[in-house]
């Protein structure tokens, strides 16, 4: 019995010294609940998201709309020959305590080549954070998706230049209905209003 409890405890310790990033990318996910309210399960893989500013999500880190406003660079461990689909959803709007119009897309990509993404399929273009004045915190979910095969999808193409067609989205809903399965990598940072935001919204009509 000793030696058993002393094995687990060996492994127990050499998970968490092995992999850090793993075991703060569940906890963080499960304290802001990511999982239940977007997912269903935690990602095994920790997702690198970079913006152009220099800004990069961190499980759950504040961030700005002015920060985080460009197009992110996203790396995991992708297999240049299989498709995935990269997704980035705000779930709490107009706020988290009151997500009657969340999910919001901010981006879409599907038959994502390995981790060319602008080489894949821009469902719905990107746009940065936009959380309303006074609407506290949001939270901004990135995910990746292996596919099955390359897709058909039948969507809508959205570009970035407008909001129509992004309310009311469901990231679980679209992996169900292209069988995409759970998401193989994720990450996620918080934002409230700023000066940026005004100029998205005119950018967007909105
Ligand atoms: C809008 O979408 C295009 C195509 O995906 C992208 O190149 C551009 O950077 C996006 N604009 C912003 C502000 O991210």
Redesign the pocket.
Known sequence: MYRLCFLIFLINVNYFIASPVQSDLASSFLEHNIVPDVLSVVPEEYLAVKFPSGAEAHNGNILTPTLV???PSLSWNAEPDLFYTVANVDPDVPSHDDPTKGQVVHWLAGNVPGDDI?AGD?LM???GAGPAQDTGLHRYVLVVYEQPAKLEFDEPRMS?LTAENRYYFSIGDFAKKYNLGDPIAGNFYLAEYDDYVPILYKILGI
């Open positions: 406003k460009d197009l602008l821009q273009e990107y746009f970035n």
